[in-house]
């Protein structure tokens, strides 16, 4: 209630106004009321700006299959608007009620949206859920002993308050922290009486030997629960008694304090460098997550050695399906102990054509640029000559490497990001990006030490370079992102090159090796990296019928080797039946990896 006090004129008005905002920014009621809110969000090139769990059978709280905002993303819309928050219930979308949806499809309403957004949303209702879930006569119950799984990484509290400990009131969990370690595993809730920890039970302990259990019980910790509604609020009503009695200057003080709140947990993100089927993992322990080649992951815990909690992140930087992955250690282990999935045959080719860069008069390879042309070493200073046959762009890293995961962060970028697309039928699909799109796609201008021909211009053809020593020097200066030899004369594509076609807005597609990939993003023109890859020698056969079977099988053990040495440097890897259908998901990599924020390498560690 607001007493009233007598003010001039225009400090009545202003509190009015004062009134009449906070009114409408918290619509609180005084009896304890769920508070409704209707907010609109207007939608920008990164989405809403929040994440979302829950829904029927993935249940964010145990016993409510409501939506959840478990996220506000910095700088989005959301945060801006100001109004939703974590913990907030979504009722509504756009007039569609969310009551009963699945997970799956609540994002696709969400993502369904026009560009005015109008929710309705329940503030705090995951707070509510968690303090005081409400009960039916079914919950009142004797429930069945429950087994959970906590993972957590160091450091990290297990996400959950207790109380209990006095006499023979046992240990029970008291509020559950949102976004925490219990409450992304799902299995725990407010009312839980907790047996046992990491087998050893703690019926008889106090606060403080519960609390030290928890602390010592390791990163996977093991709890047997069983869920004890009634002795629960028993145990809170002696507490408001003993608070009551507290507060009216009784010396007598309980002593069970709960447990202090986690530290914030880091974000971590990463973009997966392999395939992994969840439902052909025999030994995963719980459900798992399936992802492919490129997709970015949200590493909700990694305190586990063998397998870490993720959820799959949405186009627009939200959380997705949730479940159990395979650690970095455990890929690692295993590809190096177990059967190769590539195998390495002799890598002495045949050098490729150099010159057949276009000339003005051949309209196709203009508007295509360069293709992949020299033999290369693979480190800077990076000439090699490219009438030996020994040299190979696709030389393999010194040591084994493993391609697991790489932390990413995301950033804002506003150019035309490079296209570098390798493996089989890369030019082909070069060819139909040029063709369909001239006005989003183009090649750039090459540099080279030889002099001009009839016909040719600089700036068009190429970009001329008077003196040999001079391009050498801007080569070790990493101004190039590859550059090879031939007939005494250097050939080579330039950062600035690059940089030119971006200006206009279209993305450069660049035939170079997969070690120009790493120097584009060194340059910080994070390419568009994509890996072709055939369902079979038979895809390449359709394509090009003129090409003997033996042949094609060879270009088609090539791009498998391709893909296993520059695995960590992909954006995405396309699978497909046909020239059509890999054409079609490759459009569908770009169009996806074309906004203003993109994934980058960080320097986060694993």
Known sequence: AITSVALPLPYDFALLLLIVYVSLRNPCTENGERVVLD???????????????????????????????????????????????????????????????????SVGVLKATPQTVELKVEKGALVKASHSPQESEADLQPQPERAVSLFRSNGEGLGFNII?????????????????????????RAGDHILKVNEESIGDANHDEAA?????????????????????????????????????????????????????????????????????????PSQGLSFSHGDILHLLNTGDDEWWQAALVGNHAEDGPQGLIPS?????????????????TSRNEQPHELEHRARASSEKEARRGLRSSFKLSRKLPFIKKA???????????????????????????????????????????????????PDKFAGCVPHTTRTPREGEADARDYHFVSSVEQMEKDI??????????????????????????????????????GYAIRRLQMADLHPIAICIRPSSVDVIQDVQPKTS?????????????????????????????????????????????????IWVPSTDTL
Not at 242 to 270: A, F, H, M, T
Not at 560 to 577: C, L, N, P, S, Y
């Open 549 to 597: 079977g033996e042949q094609c099988q060879g270009i088609y053990e090539k791009g498998k080797r391709i893909e296993q040495e520059f695995a960590e440097f992909f954006t995405a890897v396309v699978e497909g039946d046909s020239l059509d259908d890999i054409y079609g998901k490759v459009k569908a990599v770009i169009h996806e990896q074309s906004g203003n924020y």
């Open 387 to 437: 009438d030996n046959s020994s040299g190979n762009e696709e030389e393999g890293r010194d040591g084994e490497f493993v391609a697991t995961y790489e932390p990413v962060t995301l950033e804002p970028r506003g150019y035309a990001r490079p296209v570098i697309i390798l493996g089989a039928l890369k030019e082909d699909v070069n060819d139909m990006l040029v063709h369909e799109f």
């Open 212 to 284: 030290e259990a928890f602390k010592q019980a390791g990163n996977h910790v093991q709890l047997l629960v069983r869920y004890s509604p009634v002795e629960f609020n028993r145990f809170q009503e002696r507490l408001k008694q003993l608070n009551e009695v507290e507060d009216q200057g009784s010396p007598s003080k309980p002593s069970i304090q709960p447990e202090p709140e986690p530290e914030p947990v880091r974000q971590l993100y990463v973009r997966a460098l392999f395939d992994y089927d969840a439902d052909k993992d025999d030994d995963r």
């Open 328 to 344: 970095k250690s455990r890929i690692e282990r295993r590809t190096l102990t177990g059967p190769r999935n590539v195998q390495f």
């Open 476 to 513: 070790q200066a990493h101004l190039f992102i590859e550059a090879g030899r031939y007939k005494d004369n250097l050939y080579g594509t330039s950062i600035r090159a690059v940089q030119e076609v971006a200006q206009q807005g279209k993305h450069c597609i660049l035939g170079v090796s």
């Open 164 to 188: 209990g400990g006095e006499g023979d009131a046992g240990i029970f969990i008291s509020y559950i922290s949102p976004g925490g370690v219990a409450d992304r595993s799902g299995g725990l």
């Open 39 to 105: 907010i609109t969000l207007v939608k920008n090139d990164r989405g809403l700006g929040f994440s979302i769990a829950g829904g029927r059978g993935n249940a964010h709280v145990v016993g409510d299959d409501g939506i959840f905002v478990t996220k506000i993303i910095p700088g989005g819309v959301a945060e801006m608007q100001g109004d939703l928050a974590t913990g907030d219930r979504i009722l509504e979308v756009c007039g569609q009620k969310m009551d009963g949806l699945s997970h799956e499809e």
